[in-house]
């Protein structure tokens, strides 16, 4: 069974950082591209940034290009989100989803990916 949990988020300061993770089981890390998604109330659930879990290589949607970084340790089966220079519009739910991936472009809308966590939230006041 695929599990998927995240855990890291809380409230946190304008400016400030938050590292993300999410710890996979259930499948083998190397096949999959691991995405994390944010959801803001009354917003539609937008695809953050992306790992391959075969060779790391990684996306990220325009907005947090430079503040955040996506890496993972295929160790843990874990995959992490640092999250600095935090904005007041990064406040959302966080959710990590998985997906089986052959490499050939980026999943970055909600759909292509089959398996979700929880979520966790994140608020950032100013």
């Known amino acids: 069974e695929v599990q998927l949990v995240e855990s890291g988020g809380g409230l946190v300061q304008a400016g400030g950082s938050l590292r993300l993770s999410c710890a996979a089981s259930?499948?083998?890390?190397?096949?999959?591209?691991i995405g994390w998604f944010r959801q803001a109330p009354g917003k539609e659930r937008e695809g953050v940034s992306s790992?391959?879990?075969?060779?790391?290589?990684?996306y990220y949607v325009d907005s947090v290009k430079g503040r955040f970084t996506i890496s993972s340790d295929n160790t843990k089966n874990t995959v992490y989100l640092q999250m600095n220079s935090l904005k007041p519009e990064d406040t959302a739910d966080y959710y990590c989803?998985?997906?089986?991936?052959?490499?050939?472009?980026?999943?970055?809308?909600?759909?292509?990916?089959?398996?979700w966590g929880q979520g966790t939230q994140v608020t950032v006041s100013s």
């Open positions: 790992i391959s879990g075969a060779d790391g290589s990684t």
């Open positions: 989803a998985a997906s089986p991936w052959d490499g050939s472009g980026w999943y970055t809308e909600p759909y292509e990916y089959n398996y």
């Open positions: 259930g499948f083998t890390f190397d096949d999959y591209a």
